[in-house]
């Protein structure tokens, strides 16, 4: 059976247990692999209750298998900064030459104090930025000092930066697929 890539999104989503998770993946593997688990639906449904029903190692080999087909990238945890203490949340905001932001971005983004890291095109003469990393700190003195150690990192091709401090969540999800 082929879904049209909203109709297999719905289809995930709407998964009441592993095995039918799993089951709708092996029949459209096609259609998963163009998704990508890009939709967070998938990952939010995936509650570790659930496995309880089948053996760890029938999960494994599941999940496994979603990573072969492309359902899935990857499997991590995703930690609520913010009950973890890191209030302050900074994304730094860097004018640095262009030829250098590959090289950069390696670095910068390997630093553990940093969520993620990218390119942006610059929007002269008012946005002279075009490297931007997130930095997270228990208070602004901490950001500060990691922004301190970044500036180190990329020394005298630092053309001028800026700390955008976040003020409160106006919407947190990841990216939704459909029709």
């Known amino acids: 059976?082929?879904?049209?890539?909203?109709?297999?999104?719905?289809a995930l989503q709407g998964a009441q247990t592993l095995t039918e998770f799993c089951q709708v993946c092996d029949e459209n593997t096609?259609?998963?692999?163009?998704?990508?688990?890009a939709n967070d639906g998938w990952a939010s449904w995936f509650d570790?209750?659930?496995?309880?029903?089948?053996?760890?190692?029938?999960?494994?080999?599941?999940?496994?298998?979603?990573?072969?087909?492309?359902a899935i990238r990857?499997?991590?945890v995703v930690p609520n900064h913010y009950a973890?203490?890191?209030?302050?949340?900074?994304?730094?905001v860097w004018d640095v030459p262009d030829e250098r932001v590959d090289d950069l971005g390696e670095r910068v983004g390997a630093l553990e104090f940093v969520s993620h890291c990218y390119c942006r095109p610059r929007h002269?003469?008012?946005?002279?930025?075009?490297?931007?990393?997130?930095?997270?700190?228990?208070?602004?003195g901490e950001v500060e000092e990691l922004v301190r150690r970044i500036a180190?990192?990329?020394?005298?091709?630092?053309?001028?930066?800026e700390i955008l401090y976040s003020t409160r969540i106006l919407k947190k999800t990841g990216l939704r697929i459909g029709g």
């Open 84 to 92: 973890l203490g890191y209030k302050a949340n900074g994304m730094t």
């Open 152 to 161: 180190g990192l990329i020394g005298d091709t630092d053309r001028g930066h």
């Open 74 to 76: 990857r499997i991590g």
């Open 30 to 37: 096609d259609g998963v692999a163009k998704l990508r688990a």
């Open 48 to 70: 570790l209750r659930e496995t309880k029903l089948i053996a760890a190692e029938e999960v494994m080999a599941r999940m496994r298998r979603m990573l072969e087909v492309g």
């Open 124 to 140: 002269l003469p008012d946005w002279p930025y075009n490297f931007f990393a997130m930095v997270h700190g228990h208070d602004r």
């Open 1 to 10: 059976m082929s879904l049209t890539l909203a109709d297999l999104s719905t």
